[in-house]
């Protein structure tokens, strides 16, 4: 079954739901409050719908994923074949997915999507404007415990120097048509493709273009 969107512009009524903060977040991890998100984020508004059950699956692999030299990959690029919109909500509940679990969460929201993670959070991005930018300065508390939100001007190079303050750290490159530009700054990526949207034609070419950037593709996940 392949997920049915109504929109990626966020509801004129988002859910509002209280979740404490873990004993052991800093404040700036998000402060105990309501949790504004778009309906679209069934991670909090639907915990037992079938893409929230399918977001953490992949939270779970993903946090216990270990690179050949034992250690986590600094950043994971989200990119897709044809299934666009599906691919940022499914990045959004992961996301959430792996805060709510515990993890120290980072989404970076890349401007091609017009910051869509920003509007299914409920959150305004802040752009760096000057390449120089220290990126720390602009990394945002989402309203879930424990999940960050950073605005990508352009792509998400120097990600790498933030990671000693997450566990996790997502990038969104949907929307990105440039592969090597989606795939910049990521350490490894995976792939989310559609079953109606999909080709396999398309897909094996993307495969190929991404084996000659020479970026590590962790695994290709069909949305529910």
């Not at 991670?43 to 929230?52: F, G, I, K, T, Y």
């Not at 970076?108 to 802040?126: C, I």
């Not at 080709?199 to 950037?213: E, F, G, P, Q, R």
């Amino acid at each position: 079954m392949v997920m049915r969107l109504r929109s990626t512009e966020r509801s004129e009524q988002p859910g509002a739901i209280f979740i404490a903060a873990g004993p052991g977040d800093k404040p700036e991890m998000n402060a105990a409050g309501p949790i504004q998100v778009d309906p679209l984020v069934v991670a909090v508004s639907d915990p037992e719908d079938r893409l929230a059950v399918q977001a953490r699956d992949i939270q779970s692999t993903l946090a216990a994923l270990r690179l050949a030299d034992g250690r986590a990959p600094s950043s994971i690029a989200v990119l897709t074949v044809g299934a666009v919109d599906e691919a940022a909500i499914l990045t959004a509940n992961v996301a959430v997915s792996a805060a709510l679990s515990g993890l120290r969460t980072l989404l970076v929201d890349m401007k091609q999507s017009d910051f869509v993670q920003h509007r299914l959070l409920g959150q305004a991005p802040v752009t760096p404007t000057d390449p120089e930018d220290d990126l720390h300065a602009f990394i945002r508390p989402a309203s879930i415990p424990r999940l960050s939100l950073l605005a990508a001007a352009s792509d998400s190079r120097g990600l790498a120097d933030m990671m000693a303050d997450f566990d996790l750290c997502l990038v969104d490159a949907s929307h990105v048509e440039d592969l090597a530009l989606a795939a910049a700054g990521a350490e490894v990526a995976i792939l989310a493709v559609s079953r109606d949207a999909t080709t396999t034609a398309d897909l094996k070419s993307t495969i190929n273009k991404l084996s000659m950037l020479g970026m590590p593709l962790i695994g290709t996940v069909m949305i529910v």
